[in-house]
Protein backbone atom coordinates (compact mmCIF):
# COMPACT_ATOMS: atom_id res chain seq x y z
CA UNK A 1 0.00 0.00 0.00
CA UNK A 2 1.28 3.59 -1.10
CA UNK A 3 2.88 5.25 1.91
CA UNK A 4 1.90 9.05 1.90
CA UNK A 5 2.87 11.76 3.79
CA UNK A 6 2.24 15.52 3.11
CA UNK A 7 3.76 18.68 3.60
CA UNK A 8 2.30 21.01 6.53
CA UNK A 9 0.57 24.69 5.30
CA UNK A 10 2.78 27.75 5.53
CA UNK A 11 1.97 30.76 7.67
CA UNK A 12 2.71 32.79 4.47
CA UNK A 13 2.11 30.75 1.84
CA UNK A 14 3.82 32.23 -1.43
CA UNK A 15 1.11 32.35 -4.33
CA UNK A 16 3.07 29.48 -6.31
CA UNK A 17 3.84 26.94 -3.45
CA UNK A 18 1.09 26.46 -0.84
CA UNK A 19 -0.35 23.23 -1.51
CA UNK A 20 -0.29 20.06 0.61
CA UNK A 21 1.97 17.55 -1.89
CA UNK A 22 1.73 13.57 -1.15
CA UNK A 23 4.78 11.91 -2.32
CA UNK A 24 6.15 8.14 -1.04
CA UNK A 25 9.49 9.03 0.44
CA UNK A 26 10.87 12.39 2.41
CA UNK A 27 13.90 13.89 1.48
CA UNK A 28 15.93 16.16 3.87
CA UNK A 29 17.86 19.00 2.18
CA UNK A 30 21.34 18.92 3.66
CA UNK A 31 22.53 21.38 6.44
CA UNK A 32 24.98 22.45 3.91
CA UNK A 33 22.80 23.92 1.11
CA UNK A 34 20.71 25.70 4.31
CA UNK A 35 23.09 28.53 4.17
CA UNK A 36 22.60 28.78 0.36
CA UNK A 37 18.69 28.88 0.70
CA UNK A 38 18.48 31.79 3.56
CA UNK A 39 19.91 33.73 -0.09
CA UNK A 40 17.24 32.54 -1.95
CA UNK A 41 13.57 34.91 -2.64
CA UNK A 42 11.60 31.73 -1.61
CA UNK A 43 14.01 30.16 1.21
CA UNK A 44 10.90 30.49 3.56
CA UNK A 45 9.17 27.63 2.40
CA UNK A 46 11.59 24.95 3.26
CA UNK A 47 11.62 24.83 6.64
CA UNK A 48 10.23 21.38 6.73
CA UNK A 49 11.22 18.56 5.14
CA UNK A 50 10.51 18.30 1.31
CA UNK A 51 8.74 15.33 -0.22
CA UNK A 52 9.03 14.16 -3.61
CA UNK A 53 8.47 11.14 -5.34
CA UNK A 54 11.77 9.25 -5.22
CA UNK A 55 10.73 6.50 -8.44
CA UNK A 56 10.53 9.63 -10.36
CA UNK A 57 12.94 10.73 -13.18
CA UNK A 58 12.59 14.74 -12.77
CA UNK A 59 13.38 13.91 -8.72
CA UNK A 60 16.38 11.48 -7.91
CA UNK A 61 17.30 11.21 -4.26
CA UNK A 62 20.63 11.91 -5.13
CA UNK A 63 19.70 15.27 -7.38
CA UNK A 64 16.89 16.89 -5.56
CA UNK A 65 19.08 19.27 -3.28
CA UNK A 66 20.56 20.69 -6.84
CA UNK A 67 16.85 20.27 -8.76
CA UNK A 68 15.55 22.69 -5.70
CA UNK A 69 18.59 25.14 -5.61
CA UNK A 70 18.73 25.52 -8.86
CA UNK A 71 15.46 26.50 -9.46
CA UNK A 72 14.64 28.45 -6.11
CA UNK A 73 18.05 30.75 -7.01
CA UNK A 74 17.05 31.31 -10.10
CA UNK A 75 15.54 34.65 -9.31
CA UNK A 76 15.60 36.11 -12.36
CA UNK A 77 13.90 33.37 -14.27
CA UNK A 78 11.02 34.42 -16.24
CA UNK A 79 7.32 32.87 -16.12
CA UNK A 80 6.76 29.88 -18.63
CA UNK A 81 4.53 30.70 -21.40
CA UNK A 82 4.02 29.15 -24.50
CA UNK A 83 5.46 32.02 -26.57
CA UNK A 84 8.13 32.81 -24.30
CA UNK A 85 10.84 31.69 -27.08
CA UNK A 86 8.98 32.70 -30.39
CA UNK A 87 10.55 34.96 -32.75
CA UNK A 88 9.84 38.45 -32.40
CA UNK A 89 10.94 40.45 -35.53
CA UNK A 90 8.59 43.19 -35.62
CA UNK A 91 8.73 42.71 -39.39
CA UNK A 92 6.86 39.11 -39.32
CA UNK A 93 3.82 39.28 -40.90
CA UNK A 94 1.04 37.77 -38.36
CA UNK A 95 0.53 34.63 -40.51
CA UNK A 96 4.52 34.56 -40.16
CA UNK A 97 4.11 34.64 -36.26
CA UNK A 98 1.69 32.54 -36.04
CA UNK A 99 3.36 29.82 -38.02
CA UNK A 100 6.10 30.42 -35.81
CA UNK A 101 4.41 29.59 -33.12
CA UNK A 102 2.66 26.80 -34.55
CA UNK A 103 5.99 25.43 -35.16
CA UNK A 104 7.87 26.24 -32.13
CA UNK A 105 8.77 23.31 -29.92
CA UNK A 106 6.16 24.49 -27.42
CA UNK A 107 3.38 24.72 -30.07
CA UNK A 108 4.22 21.16 -31.40
CA UNK A 109 4.19 20.14 -27.84
CA UNK A 110 0.81 21.52 -27.42
CA UNK A 111 -0.79 20.28 -30.45
CA UNK A 112 0.57 17.13 -29.62
CA UNK A 113 -0.69 16.91 -25.84
CA UNK A 114 -3.88 18.08 -27.47
CA UNK A 115 -4.33 15.09 -29.25
CA UNK A 116 -3.94 12.82 -26.19
CA UNK A 117 -6.43 14.47 -24.92
CA UNK A 118 -8.59 13.67 -27.50
CA UNK A 119 -7.86 10.44 -27.14
CA UNK A 120 -7.46 10.02 -23.38
CA UNK A 121 -3.99 8.64 -24.30
CA UNK A 122 -2.89 9.30 -20.92
CA UNK A 123 1.14 7.34 -21.43
CA UNK A 124 2.34 8.88 -24.78
CA UNK A 125 1.34 12.39 -22.90
CA UNK A 126 3.65 11.53 -20.26
CA UNK A 127 6.31 10.39 -22.79
CA UNK A 128 5.97 13.45 -24.20
CA UNK A 129 6.10 15.15 -21.14
CA UNK A 130 9.18 13.72 -20.24
CA UNK A 131 11.01 14.11 -23.26
CA UNK A 132 9.80 18.27 -23.17
CA UNK A 133 11.36 18.17 -19.56
CA UNK A 134 15.08 16.36 -21.22
CA UNK A 135 15.09 18.92 -24.01
CA UNK A 136 14.17 21.91 -22.31
CA UNK A 137 11.28 22.76 -23.73
CA UNK A 138 8.87 25.36 -21.42
CA UNK A 139 5.97 24.15 -20.57
CA UNK A 140 3.20 26.96 -20.53
CA UNK A 141 -0.43 26.62 -18.11
CA UNK A 142 -1.93 24.97 -21.05
CA UNK A 143 0.63 22.20 -21.23
CA UNK A 144 0.41 21.20 -17.48
CA UNK A 145 -3.50 21.24 -17.93
CA UNK A 146 -3.96 18.88 -20.48
CA UNK A 147 -1.34 16.60 -18.51
CA UNK A 148 -3.04 17.06 -15.14
CA UNK A 149 -6.24 16.49 -16.93
CA UNK A 150 -4.99 13.34 -18.30
CA UNK A 151 -3.51 12.18 -14.85
CA UNK A 152 -6.65 12.62 -13.54
CA UNK A 153 -8.89 10.92 -15.72
CA UNK A 154 -6.65 7.71 -15.85
CA UNK A 155 -7.67 4.89 -13.64
CA UNK A 156 -4.29 3.52 -12.73
CA UNK A 157 -2.25 4.52 -10.21
CA UNK A 158 0.69 5.95 -12.60
CA UNK A 159 -1.02 8.69 -13.67
CA UNK A 160 -2.17 9.44 -9.87
CA UNK A 161 1.41 9.43 -8.78
CA UNK A 162 2.65 11.13 -11.99
CA UNK A 163 -0.06 14.00 -11.57
CA UNK A 164 1.20 14.83 -8.22
CA UNK A 165 5.03 15.35 -9.61
CA UNK A 166 3.66 17.32 -12.50
CA UNK A 167 1.93 19.69 -10.11
CA UNK A 168 4.99 20.52 -8.03
CA UNK A 169 7.04 20.63 -11.16
CA UNK A 170 5.02 23.35 -12.77
CA UNK A 171 4.55 25.25 -9.30
CA UNK A 172 8.27 25.43 -9.17
CA UNK A 173 8.31 26.63 -12.91
CA UNK A 174 6.68 29.15 -11.39
CA UNK A 175 3.38 29.03 -13.81
CA UNK A 176 0.55 30.02 -12.40
CA UNK A 177 -2.21 27.37 -11.96
CA UNK A 178 -6.24 28.34 -12.54
CA UNK A 179 -9.82 26.97 -11.90
CA UNK A 180 -8.89 24.27 -14.37
CA UNK A 181 -5.77 22.97 -12.58
CA UNK A 182 -6.63 22.70 -8.87
CA UNK A 183 -9.42 20.84 -9.76
CA UNK A 184 -7.03 18.04 -11.97
CA UNK A 185 -5.28 17.61 -8.50
CA UNK A 186 -8.19 17.70 -6.43
CA UNK A 187 -9.84 14.84 -8.79
CA UNK A 188 -6.42 13.11 -8.63
CA UNK A 189 -6.67 13.10 -4.67
CA UNK A 190 -10.02 12.14 -4.87
CA UNK A 191 -9.01 8.86 -6.61
CA UNK A 192 -6.12 8.53 -3.92
CA UNK A 193 -8.86 8.12 -1.51
CA UNK A 194 -8.37 11.75 0.38
CA UNK A 195 -11.53 13.94 -0.32
CA UNK A 196 -9.96 16.16 2.89
CA UNK A 197 -6.74 16.86 0.48
CA UNK A 198 -9.32 17.92 -2.36
CA UNK A 199 -11.50 20.00 0.12
CA UNK A 200 -8.10 21.88 0.87
CA UNK A 201 -7.37 22.57 -3.01
CA UNK A 202 -10.51 24.71 -2.98
CA UNK A 203 -9.31 26.65 -0.03
CA UNK A 204 -5.70 26.64 -1.72
CA UNK A 205 -7.87 28.02 -5.15
CA UNK A 206 -9.55 30.81 -3.35
CA UNK A 207 -5.95 31.86 -1.64
CA UNK A 208 -5.12 32.41 -5.19
CA UNK A 209 -7.87 33.83 -6.32
CA UNK A 210 -9.30 32.00 -8.12
CA UNK A 211 -13.13 31.24 -7.78
CA UNK A 212 -13.74 27.71 -7.31
CA UNK A 213 -16.70 26.13 -9.76
CA UNK A 214 -19.02 23.15 -8.73
CA UNK A 215 -16.87 21.24 -10.08
CA UNK A 216 -14.10 21.91 -7.90
CA UNK A 217 -15.99 20.76 -4.77
CA UNK A 218 -17.11 17.50 -6.69
CA UNK A 219 -13.96 15.86 -5.88
CA UNK A 220 -14.23 16.45 -2.11
CA UNK A 221 -18.11 16.43 -1.69
CA UNK A 222 -18.51 12.64 -3.67
CA UNK A 223 -15.34 11.50 -1.85
CA UNK A 224 -16.98 12.42 1.60
CA UNK A 225 -20.00 10.75 0.74
CA UNK A 226 -18.85 7.58 -0.74
CA UNK A 227 -16.61 7.34 2.48
CA UNK A 228 -20.10 7.98 4.29
CA UNK A 229 -17.93 11.24 6.49
CA UNK A 230 -21.48 13.13 6.43
CA UNK A 231 -20.73 15.86 8.27
CA UNK A 232 -17.55 16.24 5.88
CA UNK A 233 -20.19 16.20 3.15
CA UNK A 234 -22.23 19.21 4.57
CA UNK A 235 -19.15 21.41 5.18
CA UNK A 236 -18.31 21.29 1.84
CA UNK A 237 -21.94 21.84 0.94
CA UNK A 238 -22.05 24.94 3.06
CA UNK A 239 -18.57 26.09 1.26
CA UNK A 240 -20.38 26.00 -1.82
CA UNK A 241 -23.28 28.39 -1.07
CA UNK A 242 -20.57 30.62 0.43
CA UNK A 243 -19.11 31.05 -2.91
CA UNK A 244 -22.45 31.69 -4.48
CA UNK A 245 -22.66 27.97 -5.72
CA UNK A 246 -25.85 26.04 -5.73
CA UNK A 247 -25.68 22.24 -6.16
CA UNK A 248 -27.33 20.76 -8.59
CA UNK A 249 -28.95 17.12 -9.16
CA UNK A 250 -25.28 15.23 -8.63
CA UNK A 251 -24.02 16.92 -5.57
CA UNK A 252 -28.11 17.00 -3.58
CA UNK A 253 -28.42 13.13 -4.82
CA UNK A 254 -24.74 12.26 -3.35
CA UNK A 255 -25.64 14.13 0.12
CA UNK A 256 -29.19 12.45 -0.03
CA UNK A 257 -27.55 9.64 0.22
CA UNK A 258 -25.12 9.94 2.71
CA UNK A 259 -27.68 11.39 4.77
CA UNK A 260 -30.24 8.44 4.18
CA UNK A 261 -27.12 6.27 5.35
CA UNK A 262 -26.26 7.83 8.14
CA UNK A 263 -30.16 8.20 9.45
CA UNK A 264 -30.12 12.11 9.53
CA UNK A 265 -33.78 12.23 8.61
CA UNK A 266 -33.20 15.56 9.16
CA UNK A 267 -31.10 16.06 6.12
CA UNK A 268 -32.69 13.97 4.20
CA UNK A 269 -35.78 16.69 4.18
CA UNK A 270 -33.81 19.18 3.40
CA UNK A 271 -32.28 17.66 0.11
CA UNK A 272 -35.47 16.69 -0.40
CA UNK A 273 -36.88 20.13 -0.76
CA UNK A 274 -33.66 20.81 -2.30
CA UNK A 275 -34.40 18.40 -5.15
CA UNK A 276 -37.92 20.07 -5.25
CA UNK A 277 -36.97 23.82 -5.67
CA UNK A 278 -33.67 23.02 -8.65
CA UNK A 279 -34.57 20.12 -10.24
CA UNK A 280 -37.44 19.47 -9.88
CA UNK A 281 -37.85 15.80 -11.95
CA UNK A 282 -34.99 13.28 -10.81
CA UNK A 283 -33.04 11.05 -12.40
CA UNK A 284 -33.79 6.66 -12.01
CA UNK A 285 -30.34 7.03 -10.21
CA UNK A 286 -31.75 9.73 -7.62
CA UNK A 287 -35.29 7.77 -7.48
CA UNK A 288 -34.09 4.87 -6.25
CA UNK A 289 -31.82 6.67 -3.38
CA UNK A 290 -35.28 8.25 -2.61
CA UNK A 291 -37.06 4.93 -2.59
CA UNK A 292 -35.07 3.23 -0.69
CA UNK A 293 -35.17 6.03 1.55
CA UNK A 294 -39.17 5.15 2.17
CA UNK A 295 -37.98 1.85 2.68
CA UNK A 296 -35.95 1.71 5.41
CA UNK A 297 -36.44 1.36 8.84
CA UNK A 298 -35.52 4.70 9.94
CA UNK A 299 -37.76 6.79 7.56
CA UNK A 300 -40.63 4.40 9.31
CA UNK A 301 -39.53 5.88 12.76
CA UNK A 302 -39.64 9.50 12.29
CA UNK A 303 -42.39 11.48 11.98
CA UNK A 304 -44.70 13.13 13.93
CA UNK A 305 -47.74 11.19 15.02
CA UNK A 306 -49.98 14.40 15.12
CA UNK A 307 -49.25 17.78 13.61
CA UNK A 308 -51.11 21.45 13.71
CA UNK A 309 -53.08 21.32 9.99
CA UNK A 310 -53.62 24.98 10.07
CA UNK A 311 -49.94 25.19 9.97
CA UNK A 312 -49.52 22.63 7.46
CA UNK A 313 -51.75 24.74 5.13
CA UNK A 314 -50.17 28.44 6.00
CA UNK A 315 -47.10 27.02 5.09
CA UNK A 316 -48.55 25.51 1.52
CA UNK A 317 -49.75 29.24 1.06
CA UNK A 318 -46.36 30.92 1.62
CA UNK A 319 -45.12 28.58 -0.80
CA UNK A 320 -46.70 28.71 -3.82
CA UNK A 321 -48.67 25.23 -3.57
CA UNK A 322 -47.03 21.78 -3.55
CA UNK A 323 -45.07 21.69 -0.76
CA UNK A 324 -45.31 23.07 3.65
CA UNK A 325 -41.82 22.33 4.71
CA UNK A 326 -42.98 21.39 8.16
CA UNK A 327 -41.00 18.42 8.57
CA UNK A 328 -41.85 14.83 7.89
CA UNK A 329 -45.77 13.85 9.18
CA UNK A 330 -47.22 10.79 10.11
CA UNK A 331 -45.25 7.60 11.26
CA UNK A 332 -44.65 4.00 10.56
CA UNK A 333 -44.04 1.88 7.19
CA UNK A 334 -44.20 3.85 4.24
CA UNK A 335 -46.15 2.19 1.09
CA UNK A 336 -44.07 3.28 -2.23
CA UNK A 337 -44.71 2.67 -5.80
CA UNK A 338 -44.29 3.55 -9.22
CA UNK A 339 -47.00 4.77 -10.83
CA UNK A 340 -48.49 7.67 -13.79
CA UNK A 341 -50.71 11.05 -13.09
CA UNK A 342 -53.79 11.07 -15.22
CA UNK A 343 -55.26 14.15 -17.26
CA UNK A 344 -55.92 16.14 -14.73
CA UNK A 345 -53.38 15.44 -11.77
CA UNK A 346 -54.61 12.57 -9.89
CA UNK A 347 -51.95 9.63 -8.43
CA UNK A 348 -53.00 6.29 -10.56
CA UNK A 349 -51.61 4.29 -7.15
CA UNK A 350 -53.40 6.67 -4.02
CA UNK A 351 -55.98 9.15 -5.62
CA UNK A 352 -54.40 12.06 -4.66
CA UNK A 353 -54.93 14.98 -6.99
CA UNK A 354 -51.63 17.48 -7.18
CA UNK A 355 -51.72 20.90 -7.52
CA UNK A 356 -50.18 24.02 -9.74
CA UNK A 357 -47.99 25.79 -8.79
CA UNK A 358 -47.63 29.79 -9.01
CA UNK A 359 -45.47 31.60 -10.56
CA UNK A 360 -44.93 35.06 -9.06
CA UNK A 361 -45.61 37.60 -11.81
CA UNK A 362 -42.76 39.44 -10.73
CA UNK A 363 -40.31 36.77 -11.42
CA UNK A 364 -41.91 36.84 -15.40
CA UNK A 365 -41.07 40.40 -15.56
CA UNK A 366 -37.63 39.72 -14.22
CA UNK A 367 -37.09 36.97 -16.66
CA UNK A 368 -38.54 39.22 -19.78
CA UNK A 369 -35.91 41.49 -19.11
CA UNK A 370 -32.89 38.99 -18.65
CA UNK A 371 -34.40 37.88 -21.83
CA UNK A 372 -34.08 41.08 -23.37
CA UNK A 373 -30.51 41.41 -22.53
CA UNK A 374 -29.23 38.19 -23.44
CA UNK A 375 -31.59 38.59 -26.65
CA UNK A 376 -29.32 41.80 -27.36
CA UNK A 377 -26.38 40.83 -26.65
CA UNK A 378 -26.98 37.81 -29.19
CA UNK A 379 -28.82 39.64 -31.70
CA UNK A 380 -28.13 42.72 -33.44
CA UNK A 381 -29.72 44.76 -31.55
CA UNK A 382 -31.59 47.52 -33.22
CA UNK A 383 -33.43 44.24 -34.83
CA UNK A 384 -34.92 42.91 -31.76
CA UNK A 385 -35.71 46.44 -30.71
CA UNK A 386 -37.30 46.90 -33.81
CA UNK A 387 -39.36 43.33 -32.85
CA UNK A 388 -39.78 44.12 -29.08
CA UNK A 389 -41.89 47.89 -30.50
CA UNK A 390 -43.62 46.02 -32.95
CA UNK A 391 -45.26 43.64 -30.68
CA UNK A 392 -45.71 46.28 -28.17
CA UNK A 393 -47.82 47.83 -30.85
CA UNK A 394 -50.05 44.84 -31.75
CA UNK A 395 -49.96 42.63 -28.39
CA UNK A 396 -51.29 40.68 -26.56
CA UNK A 397 -51.58 37.59 -28.46
CA UNK A 398 -53.25 34.42 -26.87
CA UNK A 399 -50.58 31.99 -28.23
CA UNK A 400 -47.44 31.94 -30.36
CA UNK A 401 -45.96 29.88 -32.95
CA UNK A 402 -42.51 28.69 -33.28
CA UNK A 403 -43.44 29.13 -37.38
CA UNK A 404 -40.30 26.60 -38.35
CA UNK A 405 -40.85 23.72 -36.08
CA UNK A 406 -44.26 23.52 -36.08
CA UNK A 407 -43.81 23.53 -40.05
CA UNK A 408 -42.06 20.77 -40.47
CA UNK A 409 -43.23 17.62 -41.32
CA UNK A 410 -41.44 15.01 -42.27
CA UNK A 411 -38.18 16.66 -42.57
CA UNK A 412 -40.59 19.21 -44.99
CA UNK A 413 -41.47 22.55 -44.93
CA UNK A 414 -45.40 22.65 -45.02
CA UNK A 415 -47.36 25.49 -45.07
CA UNK A 416 -50.19 23.36 -45.18
CA UNK A 417 -49.47 22.08 -41.65
CA UNK A 418 -49.06 25.28 -39.90
CA UNK A 419 -51.88 27.27 -41.33
CA UNK A 420 -53.58 23.81 -39.94
CA UNK A 421 -51.96 24.85 -36.37
CA UNK A 422 -53.08 28.79 -36.49
CA UNK A 423 -56.67 27.67 -37.70
CA UNK A 424 -56.64 25.55 -34.46
CA UNK A 425 -55.42 28.03 -32.34
CA UNK A 426 -57.63 30.58 -33.62
CA UNK A 427 -61.19 28.81 -32.85
CA UNK A 428 -60.01 27.90 -29.48
CA UNK A 429 -58.52 31.28 -28.59
CA UNK A 430 -61.45 33.54 -26.59
CA UNK A 431 -60.87 36.49 -28.66
CA UNK A 432 -61.08 34.63 -31.83
CA UNK A 433 -57.74 36.21 -32.61
CA UNK A 434 -54.86 34.26 -35.03
CA UNK A 435 -51.55 33.51 -32.85
CA UNK A 436 -48.64 35.14 -33.44
CA UNK A 437 -46.76 33.46 -36.53
CA UNK A 438 -42.91 33.78 -36.26
CA UNK A 439 -40.93 32.73 -38.88
CA UNK A 440 -37.23 33.69 -40.53
CA UNK A 441 -37.20 35.79 -43.56
CA UNK A 442 -35.85 32.80 -45.69
CA UNK A 443 -38.91 30.85 -44.86
CA UNK A 444 -41.62 33.75 -46.45
CA UNK A 445 -38.73 34.18 -49.35
CA UNK A 446 -37.85 31.10 -50.99
CA UNK A 447 -39.11 27.33 -51.43
CA UNK A 448 -42.87 26.42 -50.79
CA UNK A 449 -43.50 30.01 -50.29
CA UNK A 450 -42.93 30.85 -53.47
CA UNK A 451 -46.25 28.76 -54.78
CA UNK A 452 -48.70 31.13 -55.46
CA UNK A 453 -51.70 29.62 -52.11
CA UNK A 454 -48.87 29.91 -49.77
CA UNK A 455 -47.61 33.94 -50.89
CA UNK A 456 -51.93 34.44 -50.43
CA UNK A 457 -51.46 32.49 -47.02
CA UNK A 458 -48.64 34.62 -46.05
CA UNK A 459 -50.11 38.00 -47.58
CA UNK A 460 -53.17 37.39 -45.06
CA UNK A 461 -50.83 36.66 -42.18
CA UNK A 462 -49.27 40.36 -42.48
CA UNK A 463 -52.48 42.03 -42.94
CA UNK A 464 -53.65 40.68 -40.06
CA UNK A 465 -50.84 41.65 -38.18
CA UNK A 466 -50.33 38.08 -37.13
CA UNK A 467 -46.64 37.19 -38.88
CA UNK A 468 -43.16 38.47 -37.84
CA UNK A 469 -40.53 37.69 -39.79
CA UNK A 470 -37.40 37.71 -38.66
CA UNK A 471 -34.34 39.23 -40.23
CA UNK A 472 -30.98 37.74 -41.83
CA UNK A 473 -28.66 36.46 -39.51
CA UNK A 474 -31.19 36.40 -36.35
CA UNK A 475 -32.33 33.35 -34.25
CA UNK A 476 -36.10 32.59 -34.12
CA UNK A 477 -35.76 31.41 -30.82
CA UNK A 478 -34.95 34.58 -29.24
CA UNK A 479 -38.43 35.99 -30.65
CA UNK A 480 -40.62 33.42 -30.34
CA UNK A 481 -39.40 32.92 -26.63
CA UNK A 482 -40.13 36.86 -25.73
CA UNK A 483 -43.35 37.42 -27.39
CA UNK A 484 -44.66 33.75 -25.37
CA UNK A 485 -43.01 35.53 -22.21
CA UNK A 486 -44.10 38.68 -22.84
CA UNK A 487 -47.79 37.86 -23.66
CA UNK A 488 -47.96 35.58 -20.85
CA UNK A 489 -49.60 33.49 -23.37
CA UNK A 490 -49.24 29.78 -24.56
CA UNK A 491 -46.22 29.13 -26.50
CA UNK A 492 -46.91 26.01 -29.77
CA UNK A 493 -43.59 24.11 -30.50
CA UNK A 494 -42.09 20.48 -30.11
CA UNK A 495 -38.72 22.33 -29.35
CA UNK A 496 -37.57 20.56 -26.22
CA UNK A 497 -34.94 23.79 -25.24
CA UNK A 498 -32.44 22.09 -23.87
CA UNK A 499 -30.02 23.30 -26.31
CA UNK A 500 -26.94 26.06 -25.20
CA UNK A 501 -29.35 29.06 -26.23
CA UNK A 502 -31.80 28.58 -23.67
CA UNK A 503 -29.03 27.07 -21.15
CA UNK A 504 -27.90 30.75 -21.10
CA UNK A 505 -30.86 31.86 -19.56
CA UNK A 506 -29.36 30.13 -16.28
CA UNK A 507 -32.44 30.41 -14.09
CA UNK A 508 -34.71 28.01 -12.20
CA UNK A 509 -37.80 30.14 -13.44
CA UNK A 510 -37.51 28.95 -17.11
CA UNK A 511 -37.96 25.50 -16.90
CA UNK A 512 -41.63 26.25 -14.23
CA UNK A 513 -42.59 28.85 -17.15
CA UNK A 514 -41.88 26.46 -19.81
CA UNK A 515 -44.10 23.84 -18.18
CA UNK A 516 -47.22 25.86 -17.87
CA UNK A 517 -46.88 27.63 -21.34
CA UNK A 518 -45.82 25.06 -23.73
CA UNK A 519 -48.04 23.58 -25.99
CA UNK A 520 -46.88 20.34 -27.91
CA UNK A 521 -47.84 19.22 -31.22
CA UNK A 522 -48.89 15.59 -32.87
CA UNK A 523 -49.74 15.69 -36.43
CA UNK A 524 -51.44 12.74 -38.30
CA UNK A 525 -53.18 12.39 -42.11
CA UNK A 526 -56.38 11.43 -40.53
CA UNK A 527 -56.91 13.83 -37.65
CA UNK A 528 -54.65 16.87 -38.44
CA UNK A 529 -53.33 18.24 -35.79
CA UNK A 530 -53.47 17.75 -32.44
CA UNK A 531 -52.28 20.30 -29.48
CA UNK A 532 -51.37 19.11 -26.49
CA UNK A 533 -51.96 21.42 -23.99
CA UNK A 534 -49.72 22.10 -20.51
CA UNK A 535 -50.82 19.65 -17.71
CA UNK A 536 -52.95 21.27 -14.83
CA UNK A 537 -50.73 20.30 -12.62
CA UNK A 538 -46.53 21.12 -11.72
CA UNK A 539 -44.28 18.20 -12.71
CA UNK A 540 -42.41 18.97 -9.60
CA UNK A 541 -41.64 17.14 -6.31
CA UNK A 542 -45.03 17.75 -4.46
CA UNK A 543 -45.79 17.29 -0.63
CA UNK A 544 -49.23 16.81 0.42
CA UNK A 545 -50.94 18.24 3.73
CA UNK A 546 -51.25 14.81 4.82
CA UNK A 547 -47.33 14.11 4.67
CA UNK A 548 -47.36 12.08 1.44
CA UNK A 549 -44.75 12.81 -1.23
CA UNK A 550 -45.23 12.65 -5.25
CA UNK A 551 -41.36 12.54 -6.82
CA UNK A 552 -41.19 12.89 -10.71
CA UNK A 553 -38.92 11.50 -12.88
CA UNK A 554 -37.43 12.26 -16.15
CA UNK A 555 -38.83 8.63 -17.49
CA UNK A 556 -41.09 9.44 -19.83
CA UNK A 557 -42.40 12.72 -20.54
CA UNK A 558 -43.53 13.00 -24.21
CA UNK A 559 -46.89 12.79 -26.35
CA UNK A 560 -46.62 8.97 -26.70
CA UNK A 561 -45.15 7.89 -22.79
CA UNK A 562 -45.80 9.52 -19.91
CA UNK A 563 -44.13 10.29 -17.08
CA UNK A 564 -43.22 8.13 -14.13
CA UNK A 565 -43.77 9.16 -11.15
CA UNK A 566 -42.91 7.91 -7.47
CA UNK A 567 -45.68 7.56 -5.03
CA UNK A 568 -44.94 7.56 -1.01
CA UNK A 569 -47.36 7.74 1.68
CA UNK A 570 -47.68 6.38 5.10
CA UNK A 571 -49.38 2.46 5.00
CA UNK A 572 -51.50 3.71 7.84
CA UNK A 573 -52.53 7.65 6.77
CA UNK A 574 -55.75 7.21 6.53
CA UNK A 575 -55.69 6.43 10.57
CA UNK A 576 -53.51 9.71 11.43
CA UNK A 577 -54.85 12.27 13.32
CA UNK A 578 -54.85 15.85 13.03
CA UNK A 579 -54.94 18.90 15.51
Given at each position: MLHTRSLPSLARPSPLFSFFVKFPFAVHLSNTCRPLLSH???????TKPILVNAASPCFSMNKVSHHYLSTLCTATRPTHDSHAQLPTNSMLSNKSKKKARYDSPEGVLRKNLDMCSKRGDMVEALQLYNEARRSGVQLSQHHYNVLLYLCSSSAGGLGLDRGFEIFRQMLMDKVVPNEATFTSVARISAAMEDPEMAFDLVQQMKGFGIAPKLRSYGPALFGFCE????????????DMGASGLVAEEAELSAILKVSANAKRADKVYEMMHRLRATVRQVSELTAEIIENWFKCDEAAKVGEETWDLSKVREGIVKGGGGWHGQGWLGSGDWSVTRTHMDETGICHSCGE?????????KETEN?????????????????FVRFQEWLQQRAPFDAVVDGANVSMNQHNFSFFQLNSVVKKLRQMSPSKRLPLI????????????????????????KKSGA?????????????????????????????????????????????????????????????????????????????????????????????????????????????????
Amino acid sequence: MLHTRSLPSLARPSPLFSFFVKFPFAVHLSNTCRPLLSHCATAHLFTKPILVNAASPCFSMNKVSHHYLSTLCTATRPTHDSHAQLPTNSMLSNKSKKKARYDSPEGVLRKNLDMCSKRGDMVEALQLYNEARRSGVQLSQHHYNVLLYLCSSSAGGLGLDRGFEIFRQMLMDKVVPNEATFTSVARISAAMEDPEMAFDLVQQMKGFGIAPKLRSYGPALFGFCEKGMADRAYEVDSDMGASGLVAEEAELSAILKVSANAKRADKVYEMMHRLRATVRQVSELTAEIIENWFKCDEAAKVGEETWDLSKVREGIVKGGGGWHGQGWLGSGDWSVTRTHMDETGICHSCGEKLVCIDIDPKETENFAVSLTNLACQREVRANFVRFQEWLQQRAPFDAVVDGANVSMNQHNFSFFQLNSVVKKLRQMSPSKRLPLIILHKNRVTGGPAQQLNNKKLIEIWKKSGALYVTPPGSNDDWYWLYAAVTCKCLLVTNDEMRDHLFQLLGTSFFPRWKEKHQVRLSFSSECGPTLHMPPPYSNVLQESERGSWHVPTITGDDVESPRQWLCALRARNKSLHHI
